[in-house]
C-alpha cells in the first residue's frame, strides 16, 4: 500500500479528497436509495388499498358468476386477486384489523360497514417466502397455498370478507429499487474527476512556493549565494519563505563578519611578526637568534595559512556547472607531472554544480596528503542518485582512531610520519571540510583492512548530469 500511495503533496490530497468525495457520496446514495424505496413502498400500498376497495365495492355490486372475469382483470404480475373461504391474512397476527394499513383500506370502504378487513406486510420486514401469487385452495384448511422457498421483495396482504361471507384475498410484492443506478455512477464519476481537477490546480498553485523554497534550501546548505525568494501564497506559506530570507540574511551576516574578523586579525599580525623578526636579526648569540626565527618562521606559516583560510571563506566564487571527472583527473595529472605516484579511475564525463575553485583547492589538499604519508593514493570517483562519493585511497600508517575527528580541527598535526618537516601547520584538512561542507558534503576517514588510510568526499547529488561515456 506503501508503494501505491503518491508521495506528492497533491497526489496526496487528491487522494484524500476522493477518497472523502466517495465515502460521502456512498452514504448519500445509501440514504437516499432508503428513502426512495420507502416513498414507492408507501405509494404502492396505497394504490394497492385504493383498487382493492375499489374492487370489493364491484364484486358487492355484481353477480357472483362476474367474479372470476372481474378478478381476472383486476389481476397483474404484481397484484393478485382471489376469492376464498378463508382470510389470507391471520386474524391474531393483525392485531384484530387494528393496524395503520387496516384503518386506511377500511376508511376507503366507508368504515367497512363493520366487515372484517385484515391487512398483512411480508417480505424483508418479515422476512418471509415470496409470494408470487396465489396458488389453488389447500383442500384442508381451503386458504391459499403459496410459493414456498425464496425470499423477495416486500409484499403487501390484504383480505376483505365480502357481502355473501367470502373474503377477497388481495397479495403483491414489489420488486426493491435498485440502490446504484446509471445516473448515479455517472454524477460520482463527473464530481470525482471535477473536483480532481479543481485539487490538483489549487494544490499546484499552493506547492509552488514550497518547491522553489525547498531548492533554495538544498542550494543554501551547499553554500551558493541566493537572491531573497519572493513572498507569494497564502499567508502561512508567505510566513514560511519570509523566516526563511530571514535565517539566509542571518546566516550570510554572520559568516561574513566571523571571516572578516579573522582576516583582519590574521592580517594585523603580520606587522609585529616582521618587526619580530627584524629585531631578531640583532641578536648576538647565534643559537638564540636561529631558534627565535624558527619560531617566527612557523608564526609566520600560521597567520599565511589562517589568512589564506579566511580568504577562502570570503570569496563569493559563483557555482557552476563543470565536468567532476575532468576536474579531478586534472588535479591527478597536475600531480603526476610532479613525480607524484597516482592513479584515477574516471567513470567518464560527469557533470556537477559547484564552486570548482574552492572544490578543486579540497581536493588537492586531500590527494597531496594521500601522496605525501601514503607514499602512493588511488582515486575513483562514482555517483547516483544519492549523489557523488569520491574515495582517496593511500598505503601509508593510517590515523589512530582517537584522532580521526581531531585531525579536522585547525592547527592539529600528528606526531611521527605527520611530522612539522614534511607536513603543513595543519589547515589542510579543516580547509578540505569547511569547502566540502560548504557543498553540503562532508568528508569521512577510515582506516583500510589491508593497510593505509581511506577518505571519502560524499557529495550531494546537484546539477543536471551528462550521460556517462
Known amino acids: 500500500m506503501r508503494r501505491l500511495r503518491p508521495g506528492s503533496l497533491a497526489g496526496q490530497l487528491v487522494l484524500i479528497v476522493l477518497a472523502a468525495l466517495i465515502a460521502g457520496q456512498s452514504l448519500s446514495f445509501l440514504i437516499f436509495a432508503d428513502e426512495r424505496r420507502a416513498a414507492l413502498r408507501a405509494a404502492n400500498r396505497e394504490q394497492v388499498l385504493a383498487r382493492t376497495a375499489t374492487l370489493v365495492r364491484l364484486l358487492d355490486e355484481t353477480p357472483p358468476d362476474l367474479h372470476e372475469p372481474i378478478l381476472a382483470a383486476s389481476s397483474s404480475r404484481q397484484l393478485r386477486f382471489q376469492i376464498g373461504r378463508e382470510s389470507a391474512v391471520d386474524i391474531g397476527e393483525n392485531w384484530h384489523g387494528r393496524n395503520r394499513l387496516a384503518r386506511q383500506l377500511g376508511e376507503l370502504l366507508d368504515g367497512n360497514g363493520g366487515r372484517p378487513v385484515l391487512v398483512d406486510i411480508r417480505g424483508d420486514e418479515r422476512r418471509l417466502e415470496n409470494l408470487i401469487g396465489f396458488a389453488p385452495l389447500d383442500e384442508a384448511t381451503g386458504r391459499p397455498r403459496y410459493w414456498q422457498g425464496r425470499r423477495g421483495p416486500v409484499g403487501l396482504v390484504a383480505a376483505v370478507q365480502l357481502g355473501d361471507g367470502r373474503w377477497l384475498n388481495a397479495e403483491t410484492s414489489f420488486p426493491t429499487p435498485p440502490a446504484w443506478g446509471l445516473p448515479n455512477l455517472v454524477s460520482l464519476v463527473l464530481t470525482a474527476v471535477l473536483v480532481g481537477v479543481a485539487v490538483v490546480l489549487a ?267
Open 203 to 469: 494544490v499546484r498553485r499552493l506547492a509552488r512556493p514550497l518547491a522553489r523554497l525547498a531548492v533554495a534550501a538544498d542550494a543554501l546548505g551547499r553554500g551558493e549565494a541566493l537572491p531573497p525568494l519572493p513572498e507569494v501564497g497564502p499567508a502561512d506559506i508567505r510566513s514560511t519563505v519570509r523566516a526563511f530570507n530571514r535565517m539566509q540574511a542571518r546566516l550570510k551576516r554572520f559568516v561574513d563578519d566571523r571571516t572578516a574578523m579573522l582576516a583582519a586579525v590574521s592580517h594585523d599580525l603580520r606587522t609585529p611578526i616582521t618587526s619580530l623578526r627584524l629585531r631578531a636579526e640583532f641578536v648576538e648569540d647565534d643559537e638564540t637568534r636561529e631558534r627565535m626565527l624558527d619560531t617566527l618562521d612557523e608564526m609566520q606559516r600560521m597567520v599565511e595559512g589562517t589568512l589564506a583560510f579566511a580568504q577562502g571563506e570570503a570569496a563569493s566564487e559563483e557555482t557552476r556547472v563543470v565536468d567532476l571527472a575532468a576536474l579531478v583527473e586534472s588535479i591527478v595529472l597536475d600531480l603526476t607531472d610532479l613525480g607524484a605516484d597516482v592513479a584515477f579511475a574516471s567513470p567518464g564525463r560527469l557533470a556537477y554544480r559547484c564552486r570548482p575553485l574552492g572544490l578543486r583547492r579540497a581536493l588537492r589538499n586531500l590527494i597531496e596528503n594521500a601522496v605525501r604519508y601514503g607514499k602512493r593514493a588511488q582515486v575513483s570517483l562514482a555517483s547516483d542518485r544519492d549523489g557523488v562519493r569520491i574515495v582517496i585511497e593511500d598505503e601509508g600508517p593510517g590515523i589512530p582512531p582517537d584522532m580521526m575527528e581531531r585531525v579536522f580541527e585547525p592547527f592539529v598535526r600528528l606526531e611521527g610520519s605527520r611530522s612539522r618537516e614534511t607536513g603543513g601547520i595543519g589547515l589542510g584538512l579543516a580547509i578540505a571540510r569547511s569547502i566540502v561542507r560548504g557543498h553540503g558534503g562532508d568528508i569521512r576517514l577510515e582506516n583500510r583492512p589491508e593497510g593505509g588510510l581511506r577518505v571519502t568526499i560524499a557529495l550531494p547529488a546537484a546539477g543536471d548530469a551528462w550521460p556517462a561515456g
